[in-house]
Nanobody
Framework: VQLQASGGGLVQPGGSLRLSCAAS????????IGWFRQAPGKEREGVSC????????TYADSVKGRFTISRDNAKNTVYLQMSSLKPEDTAVYYC?????????WGQGTQVTVSS
């Protein structure tokens, strides 16, 4: 059972990145998926999540209108499209899959927004 987060990198302010969270060993269909991030010296915070039932989404105020979460059950992958990136978006981004008592974390992918 594994969650693999990828897609991070160095991008200039105003740029875009798409993060991927791919599951292996289990099917994401039944899981609510969340993206979290942790900047140096700060606590981990929730960024966005997507439900299983109706695909409803939630975003932190700091990323509303700039980030979009989506899921592709056929590819067993969840995405986080990030646009209009700001230096304060710099952090390690983690994905999480949650269903009943099952809770899995990916290993994190670094996003650095800098000129």
């Amino acid at each position: 059972v594994q969650l693999q987060a990828s897609g991070g990198g160095l991008v200039q302010p105003g740029g875009s990145l798409r993060l991927s969270c791919a599951a292996s060993g289990f099917t994401l269909d039944d899981y609510a998926i969340g993206w979290f991030r942790q900047a140096p010296g700060k606590e981990r915070e929730g960024v966005s999540c997507i439900s299983t039932s109706d695909g409803s989404t939630t975003y932190a105020d700091s990323v509303k209108g700039r980030f979009t979460i989506s899921r592709d059950n056929a590819k067993n992958t969840v995405y986080l499209q990030m646009s209009s990136l700001k230096p304060e978006d710099t952090a390690v981004y983690y994905c999480n899959a949650h269903y009943m008592w099952r809770n899995y974390w990916g290993q994190g992918t670094q996003v650095t927004v800098s000129s």
